[in-house]
């Protein structure tokens, strides 16, 4: 017989209430929130911090899980996701405005609406995040339906009306002024009340709104400013340089017939362009 005392200390002392095991072996669970900074440079200062603190033998028995897991894999998704997002969108505006230029032009729409999504987020030092990551996601569509508004319009007065470049850009803009503005206001003020939330769940919600109301300010105010003349410095150009190169300034003209009508008010030649 061996006293217990001579092969163990034995003594009362407080410790964990449940003991976790996973694959036959025992595991304490470390559990915290974060607030007020964003989650994975935070998760990255903390793993710095508990590696220097650990003893040697330890390091390899952390592991790390909870929303910083769903964060890179929304990372991984959203690297896929966002080239192909483009690339659906530039193929359906091509086939919306059948002109390369426009394309470019309706195309610039989407990085100043970003911008705008962009400036939301650091004027109201909110965190980038998954959710607002999906703000941007959203910005691309209503900064595309903006811009084709206004660029099929433009072509339509350009190429079936026969109205100079700087006519048809300020038609345009005038013309669409209002559904455009209509198509930018329901986003703001329908995602406000998100915005402006403090309850339980706005920090999922609130990241989204933010960076839609940022992005759609922009397009609401400054491509008001921005489109018309770059509409006209592109066309211009563009079209004086199929000019030079001995092809008609109207696209929607067919080149090789020479005894054609080459007007740009010619309207048997030049399909309507969408409204």
Not at 152 to 173: I, N
Not at 219 to 229: D, K
Request: glycine share 8%; with cysteine; charged share 25%.
């Amino acid at each position: 017989m061996v006293p217990l005392g001579q092969v163990a200390k034995i003594e009362l002392i407080e410790g964990p209430s449940n003991i976790f095991r996973e694959d036959g072996q025992r595991y304490t669970p470390v559990k915290f929130s974060v607030r007020g900074r964003d989650l994975e440079s935070t998760i990255k200062e903390a793993q710095e911090k508990v590696r220097a603190k650990i003893p040697d033998g330890y390091g390899k028995r952390l592991e790390w899980s909870g929303e910083i897991n769903e964060l890179r894999e929304a990372q991984h998704r959203l690297a896929f996701i966002v080239p192909l997002t483009l690339l659906l969108i530039s193929l359906l505006v091509y086939a919306a405005v059948k002109l390369w230029i426009d394309l470019l032009v309706v195309l610039i729409d989407i990085p100043l609406a970003c911008t705008g999504a962009i400036g939301a987020l650091l004027l109201t030092r909110t965190n980038f995040s998954v959710s607002a990551a999906m703000g941007f996601l959203s910005i691309f569509g209503i900064a595309i339906q903006d811009a084709i508004l206004v660029v099929t319009y433009f072509q339509k007065m350009r190429y079936r009306d026969g109205l100079s470049v700087r006519e048809a850009a300020r038609g345009a803009e005038e013309k669409r002024f209002r559904p455009v503005l209509m198509t930018t206001l329901v986003a703001m003020l329908g995602l406000m009340p998100a915005a402006l939330s403090h309850g339980i769940g706005s920090q999922t919600q609130k990241p989204l709104a933010i960076a839609v109301i940022g992005g759609s300010l922009i397009l609401a105010l400054v491509m008001r400013i921005i489109r018309p003349p770059l509409v006209v410095a592109v066309h211009e150009w563009w079209e004086a340089w199929r000019l030079r190169r001995g092809r008609s300034a109207n696209p929607f003209v067919p080149d090789h017939d020479e005894d054609e009508d080459l007007s740009l008010g010619d309207a048997d030649h030049v399909p309507h362009a969408a409204e």
